[in-house]
């Protein structure tokens, strides 16, 4: 079965930094593409960031390029998410998902539960 | 950048079909994706590629897109088929940026 688990939010205040990550199982990790997709509170699905099952292909979102990175360990199965200088705006439900093939710039076929960023003074 | 533009709302009765839109420039052009989202949950895909469905959805659920608009029906809805829907595409004019829309919800009366 495809499990996709997400941990590392938390609290953290403006400007702050936190990791996120997304271990993955049930499939052979380094062949899909994977993406970060967030949900602030109420309101709809916010595309963060996505890359290529080797990781050479990034893309980001412009509200947050140059703050965030995104990047996996394929010998983990793990898929992560830095984020830096984090602002108010950027408290939501972190969701990671597996694209649909190796680009990356597929459908997400499958979601993870996601984790919580709460950004607050 | 692009924009894809959702009702806000749609309403349905049990046993009839539901209709929720997403338009955007020559969309007809793109790969739609679509996926339902009941509360506290995570999304699910429920069609991609304008008009496949991942194993395991019903086939109740059928999207086709042309034009400027893309459209998700669900037929014979059920009331578990309340949620939200987003409807989603790949702009790669210039670098590659996964777009959503704004989301529908949708109301089995």
């Known amino acids: 079965e495809v499990q996709l688990l997400e941990s590392g939010g938390g609290l953290v205040q403006p400007g702050g930094s936190l990791r996120l990550s997304c271990a993955a199982s049930?499939?052979?990790?380094?062949?899909?593409?994977m993406t970060w997709v967030r949900q602030a509170p109420g309101k709809g699905l916010e595309w963060v960031s996505g890359l290529s099952g080797s990781g050479g292909s990034t893309y980001y979102a412009d509200s947050v390029k140059g703050r965030f990175t995104i990047s996996r360990d394929n010998s983990k199965n793990t898929l992560y998410l830095q984020m830096n200088s984090l602002r108010a705006e950027d408290t939501a439900v972190y969701y990671c998902a597996k694209a649909s093939g190796n680009s990356g710039i597929e459908a997400f076929h499958i979601w993870g539960q996601g984790t919580m960023v709460t950004v607050s003074s | 950048s692009y924009v894809l533009t959702q009702p806000p709302s749609v309403s349905v009765a049990p046993g009839q079909t539901a209709r929720i839109t997403c338009g955007g420039n020559?969309?007809?052009?793109?790969?739609v994706h679509w996926y339902q989202q009941k509360p506290g949950q995570a999304p699910v895909l429920v069609v991609y590629d304008d008009s496949d469905r991942p194993s395991g959805i019903p086939e109740r659920f059928s999207g086709s897109n042309s034009g400027n608009t893309a459209t998700l029906t669900i037929s014979r809805v059920e009331a578990g088929d309340e949620a939200d829907f987003y409807c989603q595409v790949w702009d790669s004019s210039s670098d590659h940026h996964a777009v959503f829309g704004g989301g529908t919800q949708l109301t089995v009366l």
């Open positions: 049930g499939f052979t990790f380094s062949t899909y593409g």
């Open positions: 020559n969309i007809g052009d793109k790969s």
